[in-house]
């Protein structure tokens, strides 16, 4: 009996990590848009999405007025792109970039960090920015209950959360 006990303790052990170590388990599940632009880059943005559940943005969920957000969930975004490209019209060399969003009214900032492997925005330093743009907040029609990337293969990034719609062009 004493080793059938151990053994329960040891089975529960191990499933209860596995469960933890799997993604896809989570609240926010880990998503992924990706797309090649007609220059050939690659661009992928690694996030997790999360749901709105009735909460309302900006007083319950993120984001909150001019506070850094890893704009999706858990570990911060992930923007990649496999070559250079101009966002907006500015330089972004080839890497990965942990993607941050500061909303400020209808102008939002959004920003690559050259730290992409960090958990949230807890660990963001500003000094490690490579790029930095504003644009203005749109309205999605319909709105979105989870955070969504999308990528047109024009390089039309734009990000859709409740009734916010957020796009930015990449070549």
Not at 4 to 15: H, K, P, Q
Not at 114 to 129: L, M
Not at 137 to 146: C, F, N, V
């Amino acid at each position: 009996m004493k080793y059938f006990f151990l053994l329960a303790i040891a089975v529960t052990g191990i499933l209860t990590a596995s469960a933890q170590s799997d993604k896809s388990k989570r609240p926010s599940p880990p998503a992924q848009a990706k797309q090649v632009l007609p220059n050939g880059a690659t661009l992928t943005i690694d996030y997790s999405q999360p749901s709105i559940k009735g909460r309302e943005i900006g007083t319950a969920i993120e984001p909150f007025e001019g506070k850094i957000w890893r704009a999706g969930a858990n570990e911060a975004t992930v923007f990649e792109v496999s070559q250079g490209v101009k966002v907006n019209g500015q330089e972004l060399p080839a890497g990965k970039y942990g993607f941050f969003i500061i909303k400020n009214g209808d102008e939002w900032t959004l920003i690559f960090n050259k730290t992409w492997n960090q958990w949230g925005a807890f660990s963001y330093k500003e000094s490690e920015d490579a790029l930095r743009i504003k644009v203005k907040a749109g309205t999605a029609d319909p709105a979105a209950e989870k955070l969504t990337y999308t990528i047109s293969p024009e390089g039309m990034v734009s990000l859709h959360w409740g009734e916010y719609k957020i796009s930015f062009d990449v070549k």
